[in-house]
């Protein structure tokens, strides 16, 4: 069974920094591309980041390059989202996704609020 669980949220300042992480189970973490999405209170949800298996090759949302880096340990089965120079629009609850035998895997989320 195909595990996420997020962890790391909560509130930051404007022009602060937050990691946030993805614990996962139930397949072979290293075998997948792992992503981060986000949605905020009557928004759509976006696509903030990605990572390939193998070579680890990322990929960002225009509204967070330069500002969120995505890393994985395949050791620890884990993908995390470092952010930086946090904005108030970065607010939302962060979940981490994979498709695993075509089925979309998604953990509860974790809140973050950027917030003075």
């Known amino acids: 069974q195909v595990q996420l669980v997020e962890s790391g949220g909560g509130l930051v300042q404007p022009g602060g920094s937050l990691s946030v992480s993805c614990a996962a189970s139930?397949?072979?973490?290293?075998?997948?591309?792992m992503s981060w999405f986000r949605q905020a209170p009557g928004k759509e949800r976006e696509l903030v980041a990605r990572?390939?298996?193998?070579?680890?090759?990322?990929s960002y949302a225009d509204s967070v390059k330069g500002r969120f880096t995505i890393s994985r340990d395949n050791a620890k089965k884990t993908v995390s989202l470092q952010m930086n120079s946090l904005k108030p629009e970065d607010t939302a609850v962060y979940y981490c996704?994979?498709?695993?035998?075509?089925?979309?895997?998604r953990g509860p989320g974790t809140q973050v609020i950027v917030s003075s």
């Open positions: 996704s994979t498709w695993v035998a075509g089925t979309n895997a």
């Open positions: 139930g397949f072979t973490f290293s075998l997948y591309a």
């Open positions: 990572i390939t298996s193998g070579n680890g090759r990322t």
